[in-house]
């Protein structure tokens, strides 16, 4: 059974800092990975999706790594600003058109 | 284009009665999916359908959860009876499927759900 994680659960940065999320998932057999925003009370965002043979993804001033070997992935947020602020998610699905197993997420927090 | 659409936001209902969720998914995909976020739990989830035809409903519950596609866009999931513990967030997400698609899924505003 494919479980997600991410670390840390919460992340509280200045204003200007890059911002480093961490997902890990137990099995490799992915199809594609994606990263999502949610804003309190809100729905989910999809940010960036990266398919299992791509390395990266890049929109703006995110960038998502995959290395699917180790199980691992990395969102980076460059030159965070306090709009940033939400909980980012990621999940994995398993197959073409399946379901997507979240994690926990990580809460960021951007001060000014 | 409107985004996958959900109805109602909110709903407050007592135990023991019927709640029904409704979602339109963006037109032209043609896989759904019904998912819950829980403080608890997180986001698992509940039931996902290709062209209309339930695939996998693993994640529901028990009995008391259903949900149909009776058309490529519509799809409803039925609690009865409710009980105080399914209070959650239920989003709907819709994805387009076959050959030059990503697969990428896209949410809905989701249901916020209270049963006191």
């Known amino acids: 059974k494919q479980e997600v994680t991410q670390i840390p659960a919460a992340l509280s940065v200045p204003e200007g800092e890059n911002l480093v999320l961490n997902c890990s998932f137990t099995?490799?057999?992915?199809?594609?990975l994606q990263w999502f925003r949610q804003d309190p009370g809100k729905g989910l965002t999809s940010l960036l999706l990266i398919q299992s043979s791509q390395r990266e993804q890049t929109s703006g001033r995110l960038n998502a790594s995959l290395d699917k070997s180790s199980g691992r992935s990395t969102l980076y947020i460059a030159a965070s600003q306090p709009g940033d602020s939400a909980t980012y998610l990621c999940?994995?699905?398993?197959?073409?058109?399946?379901?997507?197993?979240f994690g926990g997420g990580t809460r960021v927090l951007v001060k000014p | 284009d409107a985004g996958v659409i959900q109805s109602p936001r909110h709903e407050v209902t007592e135990m023991g009665q019927e709640v029904t969720l409704r979602c339109k998914p963006i037109?032209?995909?043609?896989?759904l999916f019904w998912y819950r976020q829980t403080m608890m739990r997180g986001l698992e989830l509940l039931i996902y359908?290709?062209?209309?035809?339930?695939?996998?409903d693993s994640g529901m519950p028990e009995d008391r959860f259903s949900a149909k596609m009776p058309n490529a866009s519509f799809s409803t999931l039925k609690i009865q009876p409710s009980e105080p513990r399914d209070s959650a967030v239920y989003f709907c997400?819709?994805?387009?499927?076959?050959?030059?698609?990503?697969?990428?899924?896209?949410f809905g505003p989701g249901t916020r759900l209270t049963v006191t």
């Open positions: 037109s032209g995909h043609n896989s």
């Open positions: 359908f290709n062209n209309n035809v339930p695939i996998d």
């Open positions: 099995d490799s057999a992915i199809y594609n």
């Open positions: 999940a994995v699905s398993g197959a073409a058109g399946n379901k997507l197993t």
């Open positions: 997400a819709s994805s387009p499927q076959g050959r030059g698609f990503r697969y990428e899924q896209y």
